[in-house]
T-cell receptor
Framework: QQQVKQSPQSLIVQKGGISIINCAYENTAFDYFPWYQQFPGKGPALLIA?????SEKKEGRFTISFNKSAKQFSLHIMDSQPGDSATYFC?????????FGTGTSLTVIP | GAVVSQHPSWVICKSGTSVKIECRSL??????MFWYRQFPKQSLMLMATSNEGSKATYEQGVEKDKFLINHASLTLSTLTVTSAHPEDSSFYICSVVAGGSWEQFFGPGTRLTVL
């Protein structure tokens, strides 16, 4: 059973546009929600993360929106750049239990 | 964040041989490390949790006799793929959890190709 559902599977955005990736979870015990960015042939790198006591967190062009009641969270990439082209994974954690989404392949067209 | 290294970054071996992959936490002591496997264009699949000084905890369906994990120190965990076969070809990634936090930091991965 997929603990974290992520969509879309792939996304193509024009340079300067907004990229939006969505994730949903069921287990209300999850207490930490990170997003990872992975370039081909590299390990994932922590991009931004949020805890369920806040509804939004912004770091530069990256924003996480968190809806606790709906058990959904999303990553927004503002002013998307070709260098943002990568695979993005959401995750939900509880203690040492990590559950990853299936990943979204983002392509930003110049 | 924590700095994690893996060695080698890529390895090619013949079928039937064993391959050891090292995962090092360079700037802090990690009591727990994770080993993942990732197929092309797929998500990370947790293989096992490596605990310093004790036996690793393997996920369901992962053969513990095939994927030997040794976490002998607080900065080093090794994954040995024994009697490797072409179907073991994959991208293997380790990670550490920073003590006292929920953040997980990944190594750069090791590309294993078994001929």
């Amino acid at each position: 059973q997929q603990q974290v559902k992520q969509s879309p599977q792939s996304l193509i955005v024009q340079k300067g546009g907004i990229s939006i990736i969505n994730c949903a979870y069921e287990n209300t015990a999850f207490d930490y929600f990170p997003w990872y960015q992975q370039f081909p042939g590299k390990g994932p790198a922590l991009l931004i993360a949020i805890r369920p006591d806040v509804s939004e967190k912004k770091e530069g062009r990256f924003t996480i929106s968190f809806n606790k009641s709906a058990k959904q969270f999303s990553l927004h990439i503002m002013d998307s750049q070709p260098g943002d082209s990568a695979t993005y994974f959401c995750a939900a954690t509880s203690g040492n239990q990590f559950y990853f989404g299936t990943g979204t392949s983002l392509t930003v067209i110049p | 964040g924590a700095v994690v290294s893996q060695h080698p970054s890529w390895v090619i071996c013949k079928s039937g041989t064993s391959v050891k992959i090292e995962c090092r936490s360079l700037d802090f002591q990690a009591t727990t490390m994770f080993w993942y496997r990732q197929f092309p264009k797929q998500s990370l699949m947790l293989m096992a949790t490596s605990n310093e000084g004790s036996k690793a905890t393997y996920e369901q369906g992962v053969e513990k006799d095939k994927f030997l994990i040794n976490h002998a120190s607080l900065t080093l965990s090794t994954l040995t793929v024994t009697s490797a076969h072409p179907e073991d070809s994959s991208f293997y990634i380790c990670s550490v959890v920073a003590g006292g936090s929920w953040e997980q930091f990944f190594g750069p991965g090791t590309r294993l190709t078994v001929l």
